[in-house]
């Protein structure tokens, strides 16, 4: 099944999101 692509992908945007939202000022 595809779920645990989609659910890494998921991951990976929050994470991202968490980063950015760190390097702001």
């Known amino acids: 099944?595809?779920?645990i692509l989609i659910n890494?992908?998921?991951i990976i945007?929050?994470?991202y999101s968490i980063n950015c939202?760190?390097?702001s000022p």
Request: net charge positive.
């Open 1 to 3: 099944t595809r779920n």
């Open 13 to 15: 945007i929050i994470w």
């Open 8 to 10: 890494i992908f998921i």
């Open 21 to 23: 939202r760190s390097t």
